[in-house]
Structure formats: C-alpha cells, structure tokens
C-alpha cells in the first residue's frame, strides 16, 4: 500500500488550503486514516483522523478550522484546513493505520509542506 499526499503550499494567514491523501488501495482496509505534522524542531503530531466507521477526531489546536473528509470512489481522505495560522506551518503526513489485535500498523506517505506567513 502506498499513500500520496498533495496540496501543500505557501498560503497568507487566514487563508485555506486543502490536503489530499491518495492510497493504492481501497480505504476501507484501514482501521483509520488520518494526518499528522511535523513542525521544525518539535515531534510529530497527530492533527486529524477519521475510522473506518467515520469518526473524526481532531487535535484542539485545529478544531474549529480543519475537516477531515474521505472519497472512496477516489480512494482519498482530504484535510480542509481554513483560517490558517503562522503555527500550523509544518510538514504535514498522511497516514494509515491497521489496528490488528493489541498491535497496530502504520503506513506513512512522504510529507507535503504547508507554510503559513504572517
């Protein structure tokens, strides 16, 4: 399986972008998928993600601003992110997940950069 993320870029504050993650294969196979992102300096984050049932969780950072959303037919989950800030500049990964028992497994696309100037 193979994810590949698209849409980052430089974006003023307050603007929006929207983050598409393409996988392989059906989405369906994951027990979730979701977004993560990494600012310089700082770990990894978890920003948002959405179960296979379609629950969505969202990081209080962003609530409020970013929606997480899925097409199956496309076999893509997006992230809208609107009313961006300076703080949310990051790369951002897409991710999937098998949970299969107690253990769990992460597949990880490569990174797409958001910048958010001030």
């Known amino acids: 399986v193979q994810l590949q993320a698209y849409g980052g870029g430089l974006v003023q504050a307050g603007g929006s972008l929207r983050l598409s993650c393409v996988a392989s294969?059906?989405?369906?196979?994951?027990?979730?998928m979701g977004w993560y992102r990494e600012a310089p300096g700082k770990q990894r984050e978890l920003v948002s993600s959405?179960?296979?049932?379609?629950?969505?969780n969202y990081a209080d950072s962003v609530k409020g601003r970013f929606t997480i959303s899925r097409d199956s037919a496309k076999n893509t989950v997006y992230l809208q992110m609107n009313s961006l800030k300076p703080e949310d500049t990051a790369v951002y990964y897409c991710?999937?997940?098998?949970?299969?028992?107690?253990?769990?497994?992460?597949?990880w696309g490569h990174g797409t950069k958001v910048t958010v100037s001030s």
């Open positions: 991710n999937a997940r098998y949970d299969i028992g107690r253990n769990s497994l992460n597949v």
């Open positions: 294969g059906n989405i369906f196979q994951f027990s979730s």
């Open positions: 959405i179960s296979k049932g379609g629950n969505t």
